[in-house]
């Protein structure tokens, strides 16, 4: 069973940084995109950043130049480097990983972690 767990979450102002972990255990398949979504309050969780097996990645039109995602090369950590933030990028942010097998597709979802950006 995969399990994620998130940290690095925060009260940061405006302008600042801030770095996402997530811990990831487990056996999963070959064919797998990791990611970083986000949900605040009374909207949607939303996509923010996106990896794939091969490394190929993808942003968030709103996030695309400010943040970062990268995985070690064990595929055991994943990070969200977070440049330049803004007071909409306040939400919980969630770590995810996707497999895609023939028989279908499994999700995981860690337990998020706040991030908040105001002066």
């Known amino acids: 069973q995969v399990q994620l767990v998130e940290s690095g979450g925060g009260l940061v102002q405006p302008g600042g940084s801030l770095s996402l972990s997530c811990a990831v255990s487990?056996?999963?398949?070959?064919?797998?995109?990791m990611g970083w979504y986000r949900q605040a309050p009374g909207n949607p969780r939303e996509s923010v950043a996106l990896?794939?097996?091969?490394?190929?990645?993808d942003y968030a039109d709103s996030v695309k130049g400010r943040f970062t995602i990268s995985r070690d090369n064990a595929k055991t950590t994943l990070y969200l480097q977070m440049n330049s933030l803004k007071p909409e990028d306040t939400a919980v942010y969630y770590c995810?990983?996707?497999?895609?097998?023939?028989?279908?597709?499994?999700?995981?979802w860690g337990q998020g972690t706040q991030v908040t950006v105001s002066s």
């Open positions: 487990g056996s999963f398949y070959k064919n797998h995109v």
């Open positions: 995810n990983l996707r497999e895609f097998r023939l028989q279908g597709v499994r999700e995981f």
């Open positions: 990896v794939g097996a091969s490394g190929g990645t």
